[in-house]
Structure formats: C-alpha cells, structure tokens
C-alpha cells in the first residue's frame, strides 16, 4: 500500500509538472484569444473600411483618416513597406530621416485610404481565399461594385511578432503597390533627396484633402 501511495504521488507531481510546461508555453491558458490568420486580418481591417465608407459622408475626410489611420498602423508593416519602397539606400539614411519616411508614408498610406474609401453605394469587399507565397501569404480579395463590377486586390502578409500583417498590395493580382512606389521614390530621392521626398508625401495627402474638401 505505500508503494502504491507513493506511485499515486509521484504520477501527481508528473502532471503537475507537465501542466505547468503546458501553461508556460501557452498551450493550456484558459481564455487564450487565437490568433487572427491571414485572412482574418484583412477581413477585419476590410470590417473597418466598410464601416468608414458607410459613415464616410458624416465623418468627412478628416474623420475618415482619423478612424483609418489607426487601424492602417495596426494592419499595414508600415516599416518593412517602407524600406522596401526606399531600397538599399535605406541603411545609408540617418535615423531621424528614416522616422520621417516612415511617418510620412504612414500618413499617405491611411489618407489614400480615406479618399478612395470615400463613400458606399453597395460596394462588397470579400476575402476569396489565399494561397502561399514563400514564407508569406498572398490573401486574395474582390471589391464588388452594386453594378456588377470587380476589382481583385491581393494582399501580401507576412508575418511580425506572431501577427501578419500586410506588407505589399498587389492591383488585379500582378502590380504591386510597393514596386510603384519604388520606382517613384527612386526618382524623387535621387532629385530632391529625402525632405524632397518627404514633402512630396506631404504635398500628396495635401492634395487628396483638398479634392475631398471640394466635392
């Protein structure tokens, strides 16, 4: 009897243990929220631009980039799209220059979202599925106008600290967003230098604010 006493013990103290390992490594934490995958991330950030776009004539534009930009920093690897964008000219930059990019780029990413997100006359924006692309995931979608019309947009996600996030958008599935931009910041860079290209971003979000202003 007490062998078998101390088996029960020891088989307790086993599971104790193993359910420790389990809950530090967070396998067994009650309540644990899962992580959002690929497409859920892009369906919520499109739950927000639907909802942007509903509201989008009461909130304004200011109101619109206000409940946008938030939720662009949050969805978008704005620092990886970034350098991506610069190039290898990126290293060579000081790191208060490197903070202006990426503020002045944050901004016109959740301002281009704002203006062309400006309303809702029935739009659709639907997740169709995804498919794997390296390391990364391209997360297919299709913007559907009341008419019939169709857009596909395809978004690369990859993965930041456990969450994915979106690193490059890609127009009818081949252009990416992230090489039109280089090109474009190349040739500022290369002119003006990186105020140049920073007032350029600027002057951009500036313009997009005064067209919504007017109509």
């Not at 990426?102 to 995804?130: M, N």
């Not at 992230?178 to 105020?195: K, M, N, P, T, Y």
Request: net charge neutral.
């Amino acid at each position: 009897m007490a062998g078998q006493n101390m088996r029960d013990a020891w088989r307790g103290k086993i599971a104790s243990l193993c359910l420790a390992l389990l809950v530090a490594v967070g396998l067994f934490t009650p309540g644990m929220a899962a992580v959002p995958d690929a497409q859920d991330q892009v369906r919520g950030f499109y739950g927000v631009l639907l909802g942007t776009m509903r509201d989008g004539r009461t909130l304004g534009e200011s109101g619109r980039y206000a409940r946008l930009a938030p939720v662009v920093n949050r969805t978008f690897d704005i620092p990886m799209m970034t350098r991506l964008a610069i190039g290898p000219s990126w290293d060579t930059l000081a790191p208060a220059q490197q903070q202006q990019l990426l503020a002045a780029f944050a901004h016109y990413v959740a301002a281009t979202y704002a203006d062309r997100f400006d309303t809702y006359s029935g739009e659709q924006l639907q997740v169709t599925g995804e498919r794997p692309n390296g390391n990364d995931v391209m997360v297919q979608t299709k913007i559907a106008k009341s008419n019939g019309e169709a857009t596909r947009l395809d978004y690369r996600m990859r993965q930041d600290q456990g969450s994915w996030r979106i690193s490059d958008v890609y127009l009818d599935g081949t252009i990416s967003q992230l090489a039109v931009h280089r090109s474009e910041f190349h040739s500022i860079l290369q002119r003006e230098g990186v105020d140049g290209l920073v007032m350029a971003l600027n002057r951009k979000v500036d313009l997009l604010q005064s067209v919504a202003r007017s109509s």
